[in-house]
């Protein structure tokens, strides 16, 4: 990356927050993220010291006995690289880590202590709003090695990203989706870490090409099950697609029609990171040219069947790219993934794994409900006359109680986080 300008440090303290992200969503390997409320946070304080050797890091929280508090910490790292990325001088820094992000455990935590390096060299910098984004995105993806993390850390909601150019000069592009409100996340955390790096390793070169058909036809799906504004259904048979038309039983929530905005607090400002086509609600960031879906992916046809909530989920999220090439580095999380699936909940590997991502639609429940009393291991059954939080509730219940086995006597634990819309957000301080 080419030095942007001969920057000067405009502030004297950087705080910054960034979430934690499951990537390779579904069928999405190396390609979509998704933003949770589960953040980390930092803040750097410029020291006397013109000598990168001097700094000093605190942390708290995860990686407290594991990371090194010395420069070859990542987030350190990163923040000199974006410093000579700025043309800012390099100063000592005194790094304070609060972190609540499991490492090596699919949750983007590698994105995430990069992206907390770049945007603190950037706000050091003075770059805001979307200059300030786009750059953290670039250089972030590029120390990464590939952007499906470092996107959704960045922007928030769903990610769809892409790299361009050749292995002499790569550019990285991301899409961004507004998430409906009726999707609810959890995460079960394993007790046992798995790096990035050996299941990449796991992978194999070439696959069958009916294994890439079934991905690219599921990641197709996944915008349609998770994106607001996008109403769906299926079809059966031989029929007319009729585009635009709104099918019995499509899921179209009530804010697909209102305008989708991102605030993002930077330095006390209100940043606005997204545009709205008033229809399919995605919105472009960064680098991202002629995209924009140009209409609401409905097909009808005159013999439908409405495809509910669950099942779309459940089919937008089959994969045969990535996971189970990596099953037997994570057997337990594997398992914990299928009796979850056969339960009727929509569940993937997190990022490079151990994680298994959840995710529930909390309307549209019909094809979910038959009222009888249901066993903890048989498919989900919710009471669409409940309410959306006795839903959720219900859901929560039977989630915990199908991976009872795994979290019974172990360090295995579940969490609930908002999926979260803002991405990075930081604020900078002009005296100590
Ligand atoms: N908050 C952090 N601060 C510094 N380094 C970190 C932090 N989080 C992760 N790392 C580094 O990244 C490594 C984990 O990266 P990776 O294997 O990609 O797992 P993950 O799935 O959590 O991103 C850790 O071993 C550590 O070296
Ligand atoms: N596409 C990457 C995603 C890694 O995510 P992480 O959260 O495990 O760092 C890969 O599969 O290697």
């Avoid at 420069?71 to 000199?80: G, K, N, P």
């Avoid at 992978?203 to 294994?211: I, N, Q, S």
């Avoid at 995209?291 to 409905?298: G, I, K, P, Y």
């Avoid at 109680?401 to 295995?412: Q, T, V």
């Amino acid at each position: 990356m080419n030095t942007l300008h001969d920057a000067t440090y405009t502030c004297q303290t950087v705080s910054v927050s960034v979430p934690a992200t499951s990537a390779n969503l579904g069928p999405g390997f190396d390609t979509l993220g998704l933003a949770l409320d589960y953040r980390d946070h930092a803040t750097f304080t410029l020291l006397n010291s013109q000598n990168p050797a001097d700094v000093q890091v605190i942390i708290e929280g995860e990686g407290a006995q594991s990371l090194p508090t010395d420069a070859s910490h990542l987030v350190i790292r990163a923040f000199y690289q974006a410093c000579d990325a700025l043309g800012l001088p390099k100063r000592a820094v005194r790094l304070e880590a609060h972190n609540t992000i499991p490492q090596s455990r699919g949750l983007g935590s590698s994105a995430e202590a990069i992206v907390t390096g770049v945007t603190a060299a950037a706000a050091f910098a003075g770059l805001t709003g979307e200059q300030a984004k786009d750059f953290i995105f670039e250089l972030a993806a590029r120390i990464e090695g590939h952007p499906d993390n470092v996107a959704p850390a960045v922007y928030g909601a769903l990610t769809a990203s892409w790299v361009t150019g050749d292995a002499s000069e790569q550019h990285y592009h991301t899409v961004r989706y507004p998430v409906r409100a009726a999707i609810h996340a959890w995460v079960i955390i394993p007790d046992y870490q798995l790096s990035t790096k050996a299941a990449r390793e796991a992978l194999p070169h070439d696959v069958p090409r009916a294994d890439a058909l079934l991905n690219v036809s599921r990641a197709t799906l996944l915008p349609a099950a998770l994106v607001d504004g996008i109403a769906y259904t299926s079809t059966i048979g031989a029929g007319i697609s009729t585009t635009g038309a709104k099918p019995t039983g499509a899921c179209d929530s009530p804010a697909a029609q209102q305008q989708s905005e991102t605030t993002n607090i930077e330095g006390g400002q209100a940043e606005t990171a997204s545009v709205d086509d008033g229809q399919a609600g995605i919105v472009q960031t960064n680098a991202v040219q002629a995209h924009r879906s140009q209409t609401t992916a409905v097909q009808t046809n005159a013999a439908q069947t409405a495809l509910p909530g669950q099942d779309l989920l459940l089919a937008a999220t089959e994969d045969t790219l990535h996971q189970r090439y990596r099953s037997s580095l994570m057997q337990p999380s594997w398992d914990v993934m299928q009796a979850l699936r056969q339960a009727g909940f929509a569940s993937t590997i997190s990022g490079a794994g151990p994680c298994v991502l959840v995710l529930f639609n909390s309307t549209d429940n019909a094809e979910i409900t038959d009222g009888a009393e249901i066993a903890d291991n048989a498919v989900i059954a919710v009471d669409t006359n409940s309410s959306v939080d006795a839903q959720v509730d219900e859901a929560d219940r039977r989630i915990r109680a199908i991976i009872e086995p795994w979290l019974h006597n172990s360090e295995w634990r579940v969490i609930h986080p908002a999926i979260d819309e803002h991405g990075v957000m930081w604020q900078c301080t002009k005296e100590a």
